[in-house]
Protein backbone atom coordinates (compact mmCIF):
# COMPACT_ATOMS: atom_id res chain seq x y z
CA UNK A 1 0.00 0.00 0.00
CA UNK A 2 1.07 3.25 -1.24
CA UNK A 3 1.67 5.67 1.99
CA UNK A 4 0.69 8.76 -0.14
CA UNK A 5 -2.85 9.71 -1.73
CA UNK A 6 -4.61 6.98 -0.24
CA UNK A 7 -8.00 7.88 -0.51
CA UNK A 8 -11.06 7.96 2.24
CA UNK A 9 -13.10 7.34 -0.92
CA UNK A 10 -15.19 10.15 -0.40
CA UNK A 11 -16.02 10.44 -3.99
CA UNK A 12 -17.42 7.44 -4.03
CA UNK A 13 -20.20 8.69 -1.96
CA UNK A 14 -20.06 12.24 -3.22
CA UNK A 15 -22.62 13.29 -5.60
CA UNK A 16 -22.00 17.02 -6.34
CA UNK A 17 -18.57 17.90 -7.56
CA UNK A 18 -17.66 20.16 -5.02
CA UNK A 19 -19.61 20.53 -1.84
CA UNK A 20 -19.94 23.57 0.03
CA UNK A 21 -17.52 23.36 2.58
CA UNK A 22 -19.38 25.60 5.24
CA UNK A 23 -22.09 23.25 6.11
CA UNK A 24 -25.55 24.80 7.88
CA UNK A 25 -27.94 22.87 9.60
CA UNK A 26 -27.81 19.66 8.08
CA UNK A 27 -30.58 17.49 6.66
CA UNK A 28 -31.47 13.86 7.38
CA UNK A 29 -30.03 13.19 3.48
CA UNK A 30 -27.12 14.64 4.00
CA UNK A 31 -26.83 12.95 7.57
CA UNK A 32 -27.65 9.61 5.51
CA UNK A 33 -24.89 10.41 3.11
CA UNK A 34 -22.14 11.28 5.62
CA UNK A 35 -23.30 8.10 8.05
CA UNK A 36 -22.62 6.24 4.45
CA UNK A 37 -19.25 7.51 3.93
CA UNK A 38 -17.87 6.95 7.78
CA UNK A 39 -18.95 3.16 6.93
CA UNK A 40 -17.07 3.29 4.22
CA UNK A 41 -14.22 4.86 5.78
CA UNK A 42 -14.52 2.85 8.46
CA UNK A 43 -14.92 -1.07 6.64
CA UNK A 44 -11.87 0.59 4.54
CA UNK A 45 -9.39 1.07 6.99
CA UNK A 46 -10.20 -1.80 9.91
CA UNK A 47 -10.11 -4.47 7.34
CA UNK A 48 -8.42 -7.77 8.67
CA UNK A 49 -4.52 -6.79 8.12
CA UNK A 50 -2.02 -9.98 8.37
CA UNK A 51 0.86 -8.81 10.49
CA UNK A 52 4.02 -9.96 11.59
CA UNK A 53 4.75 -9.23 15.14
CA UNK A 54 8.31 -7.88 16.11
CA UNK A 55 8.54 -7.26 19.49
CA UNK A 56 11.12 -7.10 21.60
CA UNK A 57 11.15 -7.44 25.50
CA UNK A 58 14.32 -5.88 26.90
CA UNK A 59 13.77 -2.88 24.92
CA UNK A 60 10.88 -2.28 26.51
CA UNK A 61 11.94 -3.44 30.12
CA UNK A 62 10.09 -0.30 32.24
CA UNK A 63 11.76 -1.25 35.42
CA UNK A 64 14.89 -0.63 33.68
CA UNK A 65 16.48 2.45 35.80
CA UNK A 66 18.63 3.68 33.19
CA UNK A 67 15.86 4.12 31.29
CA UNK A 68 14.49 6.71 32.92
CA UNK A 69 16.06 9.54 33.02
CA UNK A 70 15.83 13.04 31.89
CA UNK A 71 16.52 13.48 28.05
CA UNK A 72 18.79 16.39 28.57
CA UNK A 73 20.51 15.66 31.20
CA UNK A 74 23.62 15.98 29.06
CA UNK A 75 22.78 19.88 28.95
CA UNK A 76 22.71 20.29 32.54
CA UNK A 77 22.61 22.13 34.56
CA UNK A 78 19.92 25.12 34.04
CA UNK A 79 20.19 24.80 30.01
CA UNK A 80 23.40 26.57 29.58
CA UNK A 81 23.51 26.02 25.93
CA UNK A 82 20.18 27.95 25.11
CA UNK A 83 21.08 30.60 22.68
CA UNK A 84 19.43 34.43 23.14
CA UNK A 85 16.93 35.23 25.85
CA UNK A 86 14.91 32.73 27.39
CA UNK A 87 11.76 32.81 25.40
CA UNK A 88 7.94 32.42 26.60
CA UNK A 89 6.74 28.89 27.32
CA UNK A 90 4.67 28.01 25.57
CA UNK A 91 1.95 27.65 28.56
CA UNK A 92 2.47 31.31 28.97
CA UNK A 93 1.93 32.10 25.36
CA UNK A 94 -1.76 30.32 25.81
CA UNK A 95 -2.31 31.75 29.21
CA UNK A 96 -1.83 35.26 27.51
CA UNK A 97 -4.87 34.43 24.80
CA UNK A 98 -8.57 35.64 25.30
CA UNK A 99 -10.53 33.30 27.19
CA UNK A 100 -13.72 32.24 24.42
CA UNK A 101 -16.66 30.60 24.24
CA UNK A 102 -18.04 29.79 20.72
CA UNK A 103 -21.19 31.63 21.29
CA UNK A 104 -19.42 34.94 21.56
CA UNK A 105 -16.30 34.78 19.94
CA UNK A 106 -16.21 38.18 18.30
CA UNK A 107 -17.36 39.96 21.88
CA UNK A 108 -14.20 38.98 23.15
CA UNK A 109 -10.77 40.87 23.11
CA UNK A 110 -8.48 39.94 20.82
CA UNK A 111 -5.18 39.18 22.06
CA UNK A 112 -2.64 41.24 20.58
CA UNK A 113 -0.01 38.63 22.24
CA UNK A 114 -0.31 36.16 18.81
CA UNK A 115 3.48 34.85 18.75
CA UNK A 116 4.50 31.79 17.77
CA UNK A 117 6.48 29.12 20.10
CA UNK A 118 9.87 30.07 20.16
CA UNK A 119 11.73 26.89 19.20
CA UNK A 120 15.37 27.92 20.38
CA UNK A 121 13.18 26.28 23.82
CA UNK A 122 14.62 23.39 25.08
CA UNK A 123 12.19 20.99 26.82
CA UNK A 124 13.00 17.85 29.25
CA UNK A 125 11.30 14.77 28.04
CA UNK A 126 11.59 11.92 30.60
CA UNK A 127 10.95 8.24 29.51
CA UNK A 128 8.37 6.70 31.91
CA UNK A 129 7.76 3.60 30.84
CA UNK A 130 6.79 1.02 27.45
CA UNK A 131 4.76 -1.36 27.04
CA UNK A 132 3.43 -3.89 24.09
CA UNK A 133 0.24 -2.80 23.02
CA UNK A 134 -2.05 -4.62 21.54
CA UNK A 135 -4.95 -3.30 18.69
CA UNK A 136 -6.73 -4.38 15.57
CA UNK A 137 -4.04 -4.15 13.33
CA UNK A 138 -1.50 -5.34 15.39
CA UNK A 139 0.73 -5.04 18.21
CA UNK A 140 2.75 -1.87 18.95
CA UNK A 141 4.99 -0.48 21.12
CA UNK A 142 3.76 2.20 22.96
CA UNK A 143 6.26 4.22 25.05
CA UNK A 144 5.09 6.82 27.51
CA UNK A 145 7.72 10.13 27.92
CA UNK A 146 6.80 12.96 30.58
CA UNK A 147 8.17 16.56 29.28
CA UNK A 148 8.00 20.13 29.84
CA UNK A 149 9.45 23.23 28.02
CA UNK A 150 10.77 25.67 30.53
CA UNK A 151 9.67 23.91 33.62
CA UNK A 152 5.75 24.98 32.15
CA UNK A 153 2.92 22.39 32.69
CA UNK A 154 4.13 19.31 31.42
CA UNK A 155 2.77 16.78 28.84
CA UNK A 156 2.54 13.54 27.80
CA UNK A 157 4.29 12.68 24.60
CA UNK A 158 4.00 9.42 23.54
CA UNK A 159 5.85 7.08 20.45
CA UNK A 160 4.01 4.52 19.11
CA UNK A 161 6.74 2.15 17.71
CA UNK A 162 6.99 -0.94 15.60
CA UNK A 163 9.94 -3.12 14.79
CA UNK A 164 13.50 -2.83 16.19
CA UNK A 165 14.28 1.14 15.36
CA UNK A 166 16.35 1.97 18.29
CA UNK A 167 19.82 3.06 16.74
CA UNK A 168 18.80 3.15 13.19
CA UNK A 169 19.14 5.61 10.45
CA UNK A 170 16.28 6.68 8.05
CA UNK A 171 13.69 5.21 10.46
CA UNK A 172 9.94 6.47 9.24
CA UNK A 173 8.57 8.84 11.74
CA UNK A 174 5.08 10.54 11.26
CA UNK A 175 4.88 13.47 14.34
CA UNK A 176 1.21 13.65 14.96
CA UNK A 177 -0.65 16.26 16.83
CA UNK A 178 -3.78 15.65 18.87
CA UNK A 179 -7.32 15.72 16.90
CA UNK A 180 -10.13 15.07 19.49
CA UNK A 181 -12.70 16.28 17.34
CA UNK A 182 -11.69 13.98 14.30
CA UNK A 183 -10.02 10.76 16.08
CA UNK A 184 -12.33 10.76 18.70
CA UNK A 185 -15.40 11.74 17.77
CA UNK A 186 -14.86 10.58 13.54
CA UNK A 187 -14.77 14.45 12.67
CA UNK A 188 -14.83 15.01 8.46
CA UNK A 189 -13.96 18.74 9.00
CA UNK A 190 -10.10 17.65 8.93
CA UNK A 191 -7.86 15.07 7.74
CA UNK A 192 -6.36 14.50 10.93
CA UNK A 193 -7.71 10.94 11.98
CA UNK A 194 -6.86 9.06 8.52
CA UNK A 195 -3.42 10.38 8.71
CA UNK A 196 -2.84 8.65 11.60
CA UNK A 197 -4.52 5.93 10.32
CA UNK A 198 -2.16 6.09 7.41
CA UNK A 199 0.93 6.72 9.70
CA UNK A 200 0.06 3.21 11.80
CA UNK A 201 -0.38 0.96 8.90
CA UNK A 202 2.65 2.63 7.03
CA UNK A 203 4.92 2.11 10.25
CA UNK A 204 3.67 -1.71 10.64
CA UNK A 205 4.69 -2.62 7.21
CA UNK A 206 7.75 -0.42 6.97
CA UNK A 207 9.14 -0.37 10.89
CA UNK A 208 8.89 3.29 12.18
CA UNK A 209 7.40 5.28 14.38
CA UNK A 210 4.35 7.85 15.19
CA UNK A 211 4.98 10.58 17.66
CA UNK A 212 1.64 11.80 18.93
CA UNK A 213 1.74 15.16 20.69
CA UNK A 214 -0.89 16.27 22.51
CA UNK A 215 -1.36 19.76 21.07
CA UNK A 216 -4.55 20.28 19.70
CA UNK A 217 -5.86 23.08 17.59
CA UNK A 218 -2.04 23.19 16.05
CA UNK A 219 -1.39 23.83 19.87
CA UNK A 220 -4.13 26.26 20.56
CA UNK A 221 -5.71 24.01 22.41
CA UNK A 222 -9.47 22.65 22.32
CA UNK A 223 -11.39 25.18 23.81
CA UNK A 224 -10.23 27.61 21.48
CA UNK A 225 -10.11 25.23 17.94
CA UNK A 226 -14.31 25.07 18.95
CA UNK A 227 -14.13 28.79 18.89
CA UNK A 228 -12.48 28.66 15.51
CA UNK A 229 -15.11 26.00 14.04
CA UNK A 230 -18.01 28.21 15.52
CA UNK A 231 -16.42 30.96 13.30
CA UNK A 232 -15.74 29.34 10.38
CA UNK A 233 -19.29 27.93 10.69
CA UNK A 234 -20.70 31.15 10.90
CA UNK A 235 -18.60 33.37 8.99
CA UNK A 236 -17.33 30.88 6.34
CA UNK A 237 -13.45 31.91 7.60
CA UNK A 238 -11.06 29.42 6.78
CA UNK A 239 -8.69 27.57 9.57
CA UNK A 240 -6.43 30.46 9.39
CA UNK A 241 -8.30 33.50 9.32
CA UNK A 242 -10.46 31.39 11.82
CA UNK A 243 -7.41 31.78 14.31
CA UNK A 244 -6.32 35.08 13.23
CA UNK A 245 -10.23 36.17 13.61
CA UNK A 246 -9.31 35.42 17.45
CA UNK A 247 -6.45 37.01 18.21
CA UNK A 248 -4.70 33.46 17.90
CA UNK A 249 -1.32 32.34 16.47
CA UNK A 250 -1.68 30.60 13.18
CA UNK A 251 0.33 27.52 14.29
CA UNK A 252 2.03 27.25 18.29
CA UNK A 253 3.22 23.64 18.04
CA UNK A 254 6.88 23.13 19.83
CA UNK A 255 8.35 19.65 19.01
CA UNK A 256 11.57 19.91 21.40
CA UNK A 257 9.83 16.48 23.04
CA UNK A 258 10.65 14.80 19.09
CA UNK A 259 14.19 16.13 19.17
CA UNK A 260 14.90 14.25 23.00
CA UNK A 261 12.74 11.06 21.71
CA UNK A 262 15.04 10.35 18.67
CA UNK A 263 17.64 11.07 21.07
CA UNK A 264 16.32 8.73 23.34
CA UNK A 265 16.33 5.91 21.36
CA UNK A 266 19.10 6.39 19.50
CA UNK A 267 17.54 7.14 16.04
CA UNK A 268 20.04 8.76 13.89
CA UNK A 269 18.29 10.00 11.30
CA UNK A 270 14.25 9.86 10.12
CA UNK A 271 12.19 9.52 7.12
CA UNK A 272 9.47 12.17 8.37
CA UNK A 273 5.85 11.46 7.27
CA UNK A 274 4.30 14.56 6.77
CA UNK A 275 3.39 17.38 3.86
CA UNK A 276 4.24 20.77 6.15
CA UNK A 277 7.38 22.60 5.75
CA UNK A 278 6.94 24.55 9.04
CA UNK A 279 7.33 20.78 10.85
CA UNK A 280 10.49 20.02 8.53
CA UNK A 281 12.16 23.17 8.87
CA UNK A 282 11.52 23.33 13.05
CA UNK A 283 12.67 19.36 13.15
CA UNK A 284 15.78 20.61 11.37
CA UNK A 285 16.51 23.75 13.39
CA UNK A 286 16.20 21.34 16.42
CA UNK A 287 18.65 19.08 15.19
CA UNK A 288 16.70 16.07 14.23
CA UNK A 289 18.45 14.71 10.63
CA UNK A 290 15.67 14.10 8.24
CA UNK A 291 16.92 12.46 4.80
CA UNK A 292 13.66 12.02 3.59
CA UNK A 293 10.14 13.12 3.12
CA UNK A 294 7.02 10.89 3.05
CA UNK A 295 3.60 12.53 1.93
CA UNK A 296 0.73 11.94 4.15
CA UNK A 297 -1.76 12.99 2.26
CA UNK A 298 -5.80 11.64 2.20
CA UNK A 299 -8.66 12.29 -0.07
CA UNK A 300 -10.80 15.02 0.65
CA UNK A 301 -14.72 14.13 2.03
CA UNK A 302 -17.73 16.26 1.89
CA UNK A 303 -16.79 18.44 4.82
CA UNK A 304 -13.27 18.98 4.72
CA UNK A 305 -12.58 20.11 1.25
CA UNK A 306 -12.01 24.00 2.36
CA UNK A 307 -9.27 23.06 5.50
CA UNK A 308 -7.47 21.49 2.75
CA UNK A 309 -7.16 24.41 0.20
CA UNK A 310 -6.14 26.21 2.81
CA UNK A 311 -3.65 23.69 4.10
CA UNK A 312 -2.68 23.75 0.48
CA UNK A 313 -2.61 27.52 -0.37
CA UNK A 314 -2.75 29.01 3.03
CA UNK A 315 0.28 27.21 4.83
CA UNK A 316 1.46 26.17 2.02
CA UNK A 317 1.63 22.31 2.73
CA UNK A 318 2.74 20.28 0.05
CA UNK A 319 -0.15 18.82 -1.66
CA UNK A 320 -0.16 19.61 -5.01
CA UNK A 321 -4.29 19.15 -5.61
CA UNK A 322 -3.66 16.00 -4.72
CA UNK A 323 -6.01 15.61 -2.40
CA UNK A 324 -8.75 15.88 -5.03
CA UNK A 325 -11.31 13.38 -5.69
CA UNK A 326 -11.92 15.13 -8.90
CA UNK A 327 -10.13 15.59 -11.95
CA UNK A 328 -9.78 18.44 -13.69
CA UNK A 329 -13.01 18.07 -16.13
CA UNK A 330 -14.57 17.71 -13.11
CA UNK A 331 -15.46 13.88 -12.98
CA UNK A 332 -14.93 12.07 -9.80
CA UNK A 333 -12.67 9.20 -9.16
CA UNK A 334 -12.82 6.66 -7.51
CA UNK A 335 -9.82 4.40 -6.55
CA UNK A 336 -11.50 1.30 -6.03
CA UNK A 337 -12.84 1.09 -9.90
CA UNK A 338 -9.41 1.79 -11.23
CA UNK A 339 -7.88 -1.04 -8.89
CA UNK A 340 -10.62 -3.43 -9.87
CA UNK A 341 -9.91 -2.47 -13.61
CA UNK A 342 -6.19 -2.98 -13.65
CA UNK A 343 -6.05 0.54 -14.90
CA UNK A 344 -3.50 1.20 -12.04
CA UNK A 345 -3.51 4.98 -10.78
CA UNK A 346 -4.75 3.65 -7.37
CA UNK A 347 -2.86 5.23 -4.82
CA UNK A 348 -2.54 1.93 -3.04
CA UNK A 349 -0.90 0.39 -5.48
CA UNK A 350 3.38 0.70 -5.65
CA UNK A 351 5.50 2.15 -3.30
CA UNK A 352 5.22 5.08 -0.88
CA UNK A 353 7.40 7.82 -2.65
CA UNK A 354 10.12 8.83 -0.02
CA UNK A 355 12.10 12.13 -1.74
CA UNK A 356 15.07 11.66 -0.73
CA UNK A 357 16.83 14.98 0.71
N1 LIG B 1 -6.78 25.79 15.00
C1 LIG B 1 -7.24 24.78 14.27
N2 LIG B 1 -6.66 23.58 14.38
C2 LIG B 1 -7.12 22.58 13.61
C3 LIG B 1 -8.20 22.72 12.73
N3 LIG B 1 -8.44 21.53 12.14
C4 LIG B 1 -7.52 20.67 12.63
N4 LIG B 1 -6.72 21.29 13.53
C5 LIG B 1 -5.56 20.78 14.26
O1 LIG B 1 -4.49 20.78 13.36
C6 LIG B 1 -3.51 19.85 13.82
C7 LIG B 1 -2.99 19.11 12.61
O2 LIG B 1 -2.34 20.05 11.81
P1 LIG B 1 -2.47 20.10 10.26
O3 LIG B 1 -2.15 21.52 9.84
O4 LIG B 1 -3.79 19.53 9.82
O5 LIG B 1 -1.41 19.14 9.70
P2 LIG B 1 0.08 19.02 10.14
O6 LIG B 1 0.17 18.02 11.23
O7 LIG B 1 0.65 20.36 10.42
O8 LIG B 1 0.78 18.56 8.80
P3 LIG B 1 0.96 17.08 8.30
O9 LIG B 1 2.18 16.56 9.02
O10 LIG B 1 1.18 17.17 6.85
O11 LIG B 1 -0.27 16.33 8.67
C8 LIG B 1 -4.15 19.02 14.90
O12 LIG B 1 -3.62 19.46 16.14
C9 LIG B 1 -5.63 19.41 14.82
O13 LIG B 1 -6.25 19.40 16.09
C10 LIG B 1 -8.81 24.01 12.64
O14 LIG B 1 -9.72 24.26 11.86
N5 LIG B 1 -8.30 25.01 13.43
Given at each position: ??????????????????????M????????????????????????????????????G?????????????????????R??P???????????????????P???P???N?M??????????????????????????????????????????????F????????V????H????????????K?????????A????Q?????V???????????????????A???T???????A?????L????????????????????????M?????????????????E???????????????????K?????????G????????G?????D???????????????P?????
Amino acid sequence: MSFAAVSTHAGAVASSRRAPVGMGASTLGEQRQVGRLVDHVAGRRYRHRRFDVRWTASAGDPNNESRRRSLNSRNAPGHAHRRGPKPPSIDRVLRAMPELTPESPKDKPVSTNAMSFDESSIGDTEFIAETKLPTGSGFYRLRGYRHSVDGGVPSEPVAICFGDIEGREKVPVRVHDACFTSEVLGSLKCDCKQQLQLAMEYIQENDGMVIYLHQEGRGIGLANKIAAYALQDTQGLDTVDANRALGLPDDVREYTAVANILEDMGIRSIQLMTNNPRKVATLERLGVKIEGRIPCIVKANLFNQGYLEAKEGRMKHFLDGSWCYWDHSGNTFDEDDAAASGEGGGAEQGEPAAEEK
